[in-house]
């Protein structure tokens, strides 16, 4: 049991040093958007099935940033998928329930006006309210990327098998390749 606890520690150790050094992604000083892949984070039940991945950015302009749209995009089958997009405005002081602070846009909708300073989430829901088995996200959804564009810039993520691993410990090896590269 010691030895599981620390194997388990220092894989947790491992996956927050690789997440805290790749950093934000930050295109230029003239976008609005700034997109975290290192704080990826995946929802699964109990019973083992995904139900969703969020994704994390921020407002970082001291203008409202127009999201028009947001979609990943499977590198392994090329499905794609649109996905609910939530914002939180920044401050509003703690008189100011969360809910009355939340923005939010359903996918599909024609898109949301992001505050200066307001915190982006992301979320695609895969076979929503099912989810899918690990094995069938794997298969699916090893390799994809994340497509945002506002009024003005797209912003587009990959995500590969390095970052997945890590909801699947022990998982069978993922075999997907990807041509599909970050713009930084």
């Not at 999201?67 to 920044?90: F, G, H, K, Q």
Request: glycine share 10%; aromatic share 10%; net charge positive.
């Amino acid at each position: 049991m010691t030895y599981l606890v620390i194997a388990a520690g220092a894989i947790g150790f491992g996956v927050c040093l690789y997440y805290w050094r790749s950093g934000m992604i930050r295109v230029s000083d003239d976008k609005s958007l700034t997109l975290f892949p290192h704080k990826l984070t995946m929802n699964a039940d109990g019973g083992g099935r995904v139900r969703t991945l969020t994704f994390y950015g921020v407002n970082a302009s001291a203008k409202n940033a127009q999201i028009r749209s947001a979609i990943i995009t499977s590198a392994i089958t090329e499905t794609s998928l649109s996905v609910d997009i939530e914002a939180r405005r920044a401050g509003g002081g703690r008189a100011a329930s969360a809910a009355s602070r939340l923005i939010s846009v359903p996918p599909g909708a024609a898109g949301l006006s992001v505050p200066p300073g307001a915190r982006i989430m992301l979320i695609a829901k895969f076979n929503w309210p099912l989810g899918l088995s690990p094995d069938d996200f794997i298969t699916g959804w090893g390799s994809f990327s994340l497509v945002v564009e506002d009024e003005a810039h797209r912003y587009e993520l990959a995500f590969t098998e390095k970052q997945l691993k890590v909801f699947f410990p022990g998982a069978r090896n993922i075999q997907a390749t990807t041509n599909i590269a970050a713009s930084q």
